[in-house]
């Protein structure tokens, strides 16, 4: 059973997002997509200061196994990537909701998060897949 | 629900994600590839590969018959134990499958590959005629691969003592009979190791010794990444029926001498022949991607001399970067992939990558 915190947004193409303390929010993949994937070896990251549109893809994960694009959750402008991950892309499967985050951003419209699943509602989402 | 081998509870009580793998519920890994991978390399592992089919063929003309249906001369194995990788070709010289046969003390065993079972059988059966050989799939039996740097000393813990000195005196390509196991020094990572084949209703038992004895269980995730860094092939990937094994990197395994032995696929290899030497057929290479990104199955190449395909790629755990296999033209000097939509720079290599935990190529 993956691990699914309730204080976070979901997307169906397996996204994290979380507001920040300063307003910005950080996107990661959920624990779930993570051991989906298996074993990360490189992580691409977008540039920062870059103007994304919700489904936007804006980096790419790739395990021993499959590469996957990262959808941008919702619209707005990438602020910073973490670039710990390109040296140590395997922090996304140890650690998927904290230090493995890929990126944070400056929302457009934050009432567009409530067009992501809760946590109850992606834990459905899993099980169905 | 797929077939299960006799250690499916095994695998779970080990943690084993399980996937389908030809009709059969195996373990792709127990928590990390990369860590089984690294494991074997280093260390020791233990690999159940118990849906491979075994096939044992008996009677007095098994040897003649042999010696046409195969690609490879089993001949050369002129003494019980010994074994031998060879393709089993059709008439056009395309490969069927590829298989490892061993001498028993009862004739031969081959062991082929599950996903091409049925196929192998009907082909075997259907060129027995003239011959006077008996053909028996042998669907009990259990296959443990144990290798690793440490793997023979680990096997000899958990045996007998007199039966750990003959296990420890095999050389590779060897194997030995002791009571109900047939161990032989072959394998599919480029470590050394053993293979042991044995009744199923034993497995568990062996399982739970190797275990104890600090051997890992390791998933056919990283079988394919083992046996990738060591540049062997895989079937219905790297070579099928639509490939001559002189296209697949396995001329070594054809024995043209002597030449009064008749196998089937012969004359169409002499056809093929010709075509490589005029140019007309590819090879498979090894690719190598320093940089980042990985190579897979299936990416578009392009070389100096044309157009090629990626025939099986991965990260390489040992290297930590990406290399494949890959059918180009022959005598490319040059080659590009197509990395989503990106054309990338990749070196051409002897299709040999590790051996021995260390990096063979150049």
Same mark, same amino acid.
Not at chain 1, 83 to 98: G, I, M, R
Not at chain 2, 155 to 183: H, M, P, S, T
């Given at each position: 059973?993956?691990?699914?915190?309730?204080?976070?947004?979901?997307?169906?193409?397996?996204?994290?997002?979380?507001?920040?303390?300063?307003?910005?929010?950080?996107?990661?993949?959920?624990?779930?997509?993570?051991?989906?994937?298996?074993?990360?070896?490189?992580?691409?990251?977008?540039?920062?200061?870059?103007?994304?549109?919700?489904?936007?893809?804006?980096?790419?994960?790739?395990?021993?196994?499959?590469?996957?694009?990262?959808?941008?959750?919702?619209?707005?402008?990438?602020?910073?990537?973490?670039?710990?991950?390109?040296?140590?892309?395997?922090?996304?499967?140890?650690?998927?909701?904290?230090?493995?985050?890929?990126?944070?951003?400056?929302?457009?419209?934050?009432?567009?998060?409530?067009?992501?699943?809760?946590?109850?509602?992606?834990?459905?989402?899993?099980?169905?897949? | 629900?797929?077939?299960?081998?006799?250690?499916?509870?095994?695998?779970?009580?080990?943690?084993?994600?399980?996937?389908?793998?030809?009709?059969?519920?195996?373990?792709? %890994?127990?928590?990390?590839?990369?860590?089984?991978?690294?494991?074997?390399?280093?260390?020791?592992?233990?690999?159940?590969?118990?849906?491979?089919?075994?096939?044992?063929?008996?009677?007095?003309?098994?040897? &003649?018959?042999?010696?046409?249906?195969?690609? %490879?001369?089993?001949?050369?194995? =002129?003494?019980?134990?010994?074994?031998?990788?060879?393709?089993?070709?059709?008439?056009?010289?395309?490969?069927?499958?590829?298989? /490892?046969?061993?001498?028993?003390?009862?004739?031969?065993?081959?062991?082929?590959?599950?996903?091409?079972?049925? &196929?192998?059988?009907?082909?075997?059966?259907?060129?027995?005629? $003239?011959?006077?050989?008996?053909?028996?799939?042998?669907?009990?039996?259990?296959?443990?691969?144990?290798?690793?740097?440490?793997?023979?000393?680990?096997?000899?813990?958990?045996?007998?003592?007199?039966?750990?000195?003959?296990?420890?005196?095999? &050389?590779?390509?060897?194997?030995?009979?002791?009571?109900?196991?047939?161990?032989?020094?072959?394998?599919?990572? $480029?470590? &050394?190791?053993?293979?042991?084949?044995?009744? =199923?209703?034993?497995?568990?038992?062996?399982?739970?010794?190797?275990?104890?004895?600090?051997?890992?269980? /390791?998933?056919?995730?990283?079988?394919?990444?083992?046996?990738?860094?060591? $540049?062997? %092939?895989?079937?219905?990937?790297?070579?099928?029926?639509?490939?001559?094994?002189?296209?697949? %990197?396995?001329?070594?395994? /054809?024995?043209?001498?002597?030449?009064?032995?008749?196998?089937?696929?012969?004359?169409?290899?002499?056809?093929?022949?010709?075509?490589?030497?005029?140019?007309?057929?590819?090879?498979?290479?090894?690719?190598?991607?320093?940089?980042?990104?990985?190579?897979?199955?299936?990416?578009?190449?392009?070389?100096?001399?044309?157009?090629?395909?990626?025939?099986?790629?991965?990260?390489?755990?040992?290297?930590?970067?990406? /290399?494949?296999?890959?059918?180009?033209?022959?005598?490319?000097?040059?080659?590009?992939?197509?990395?989503?939509?990106?054309?990338?720079?990749?070196?051409?290599?002897?299709?040999?990558?590790?051996?021995?935990?260390?990096?063979?190529?150049?």
């Amino acid at each position: 059973m993956s691990d699914i915190p309730d204080d976070l947004r979901y997307a169906s193409t397996h996204e994290w997002i979380r507001i920040n303390d300063d307003g910005t929010a950080s996107v990661g993949i959920s624990d779930h997509a993570q051991d989906a994937l298996g074993d990360i070896v490189f992580v691409e990251l977008p540039e920062p200061g870059s103007s994304v549109n919700a489904k936007d893809e804006v980096a790419v994960v790739e395990s021993v196994k499959a590469a996957s694009d990262i959808y941008s959750p919702v619209s707005g402008e990438i602020t910073a990537v973490n670039e710990a991950l390109v040296d140590a892309p395997e922090t996304v499967n140890s650690s998927p909701y904290e230090n493995g985050w890929f990126f944070k951003m400056k929302i457009g419209d934050e009432t567009k998060l409530h067009e992501l699943m809760d946590a109850h509602a992606y834990s459905k989402h899993c099980d169905d897949e | 629900m797929g077939q299960q081998t006799s250690l499916y509870q095994k695998h779970l009580d080990a943690g084993a994600k399980i996937v389908d793998f030809a009709g059969w519920d195996m373990p792709i %890994n127990y928590g990390s590839l990369i860590e089984e991978h690294n494991q074997v390399r280093t260390a020791a592992g233990v690999f159940d590969v118990s849906h491979m089919t075994v096939v044992d063929v008996g009677g007095t003309d098994a040897e &003649k018959y042999l010696r046409y249906l195969l690609a %490879n001369d089993v001949a050369k194995l =002129d003494e019980v134990g010994r074994a031998l990788y060879s393709a089993m070709l059709n008439h056009d010289g395309y490969v069927l499958d590829d298989l /490892i046969v061993y001498r028993m003390s009862f004739g031969y065993r081959l062991v082929v590959n599950c996903a091409t079972r049925a &196929k192998d059988l009907r082909w075997m059966i259907q060129n027995t005629d $003239g011959y006077a050989v008996s053909i028996q799939e042998r669907p009990r039996l259990a296959i443990l691969a144990v290798h690793g740097p440490e793997s023979i000393n680990k096997v000899c813990e958990v045996v007998e003592e007199d039966q750990a000195n003959q296990i420890r005196g095999l &050389k590779n390509f060897r194997g030995v009979e002791l009571e109900r196991f047939f161990i032989a020094r072959t394998g599919y990572t $480029g470590e &050394k190791g053993v293979e042991c084949i044995f009744p =199923d209703s034993d497995a568990s038992e062996l399982w739970d010794k190797l275990l104890e004895a600090g051997v890992k269980p /390791i998933g056919i995730g990283a079988r394919d990444t083992l046996r990738l860094e060591a $540049g062997m %092939n895989l079937y219905g990937h790297d070579m099928d029926e639509t490939t001559s094994p002189l296209a697949a %990197n396995m001329e070594f395994t /054809i024995a043209y001498e002597p030449e009064d032995r008749e196998f089937i696929g012969k004359p169409a290899l002499i056809a093929h022949k010709q075509l490589r030497d005029a140019g007309k057929l590819p090879e498979l290479v090894g690719l190598v991607l320093e940089s980042r990104g990985v190579l897979r199955e299936g990416q578009k190449l392009v070389t100096d001399k044309g157009e090629g395909i990626i025939t099986s790629g991965s990260f390489s755990p040992t290297l930590k970067h990406s /290399i494949a296999l890959a059918r180009i033209p022959i005598n490319s000097q040059s080659c590009e992939v197509d990395l989503r939509g990106t054309l990338t720079r990749v070196r051409i290599v002897n299709p040999n990558f590790v051996r021995f935990g260390k990096k063979v190529f150049e």
